[in-house]
């Protein structure tokens, strides 16, 4: 009775927090119409409306932060152009590179399809750019690459994401994939972005790389399992 009782608490609570998710959005919309249309005839009140539009962008990451991590349901199975996926996330960032003279390289190989969720691969690709650039506060080289690899055997689709930032210290290496753990000064949400990453690497059946080192950068790899190699692979996830 009780364990039924604690999961009919966490749907109503899911429900309440999707309901505030959209009040947000749509103040998020008013605020920033407000903005415009009247910008030019006032003084100091459009630093308060920015500054209100940014906090309530900020609480909306954190509502979809844990609304993802929350969610349950199992992956669509459709076919997914890794490459194409990336560059979709890319173009998103193009002005913050931009903002922090940060420079982006990149290096696409040929991937064959994989079968897997686009709307979550490419949330798992704006997780990974963004706290790339994240890391890079002045200045620093993106690098993404797609290709293939094999491990035991197994070959996947992989994607690589590299910062030259100030990397992940060794103690907090084995941590980063604990939810609400972050390694951020000023976190934009809750140290959920990580966990979302690996829960929904797994719900493909794929593996996460990580190397980091201090004042050097830290480099992701994604491993996304080929459709004829679902189930064959170790579910763990790398740290090293």
Same mark, same amino acid.
């Given at each position: 009775?009780?364990?039924?009782?604690?999961?009919?608490?966490?749907?109503?609570?899911l429900?309440?927090?999707r309901?505030?998710?959209?009040?947000l959005d749509?103040?998020?919309?008013?605020?920033?119409?407000?903005?415009?249309?009247?910008?030019? *005839?006032?003084?100091s009140? %459009?630093?308060?409306?920015?500054?209100?539009?940014e906090?309530?962008?900020?609480?909306?990451?954190?509502l979809?932060?844990?609304?993802?991590?929350?969610?349950?349901?199992s %992956?669509?199975r459709?076919?997914?152009? @890794?490459?194409?996926l990336? $560059? $979709?996330?890319?173009? @998103?960032? #193009?002005?913050?590179?931009?903002?922090?003279?940060?420079s982006?390289?990149?290096? &696409?190989?040929?991937?064959? %399809?994989?079968?897997?969720?686009?709307?979550?691969?490419?949330?798992? #690709?704006?997780?990974?750019?963004?706290?790339?650039?994240?890391?890079?506060?002045?200045?620093?080289?993106?690098?993404i690459?797609?290709?293939?690899?094999s491990?035991?055997?197994v070959?996947?689709?992989? @994607?690589?994401?590299?910062d030259?930032?100030?990397g992940?210290?060794?103690?907090d290496?084995?941590?980063i994939f604990e939810?609400? &753990?972050?390694?951020?000064?000023?976190?934009?949400?809750?140290?959920l972005?990580?966990?979302?990453?690996?829960?929904?690497?797994?719900? *493909?059946?794929?593996? @996460?790389?990580?190397?980091?080192?201090?004042?050097?950068?830290?480099?992701?790899?994604?491993y &996304?399992?080929y459709? $004829?190699?679902?189930?064959?692979h170790?579910?763990?996830?790398?740290e090293?």
């Amino acid at each position: 009775m009780d364990e039924r009782m604690t999961k009919e608490q966490l749907v109503t609570e899911l429900l309440r927090m999707r309901q505030q998710f959209r009040v947000l959005d749509s103040c998020r919309q008013e605020m920033q119409l407000v903005q415009a249309k009247y910008a030019r *005839h006032l003084e100091s009140a %459009p630093d308060a409306m920015l500054f209100v539009v940014e906090e309530v962008g900020r609480l909306e990451s954190i509502l979809r932060d844990i609304l993802s991590f929350s969610r349950g349901s199992s %992956p669509r199975r459709e076919t997914c152009d @890794i490459r194409s996926l990336v $560059e $979709e996330g890319l173009r @998103i960032f #193009v002005e913050a590179c931009k903002e922090r003279s940060i420079s982006t390289k990149r290096s &696409f190989h040929d991937v064959a %399809p994989i079968e897997g969720d686009n709307e979550r691969i490419l949330e798992v #690709v704006e997780n990974r750019i963004s706290n790339a650039i994240d890391a890079m506060p002045l200045e620093g080289e993106l690098a993404i690459t797609t290709g293939s690899a094999s491990l035991k055997g197994v070959p996947y689709a992989t @994607i690589t994401v590299s910062d030259t930032g100030e990397g992940i210290r060794d103690e907090d290496l084995p941590r980063i994939f604990e939810p609400f &753990f972050t390694t951020k000064i000023s976190p934009k949400g809750v140290g959920l972005g990580l966990p979302i990453v690996k829960k929904f690497m797994e719900d *493909h059946g794929g593996l @996460i790389d990580v190397k980091s080192r201090v004042g050097t950068g830290t480099t992701f790899v994604l491993y &996304f399992p080929y459709p $004829e190699s679902i189930g064959l692979h170790e579910d763990t996830v790398k740290e090293s």
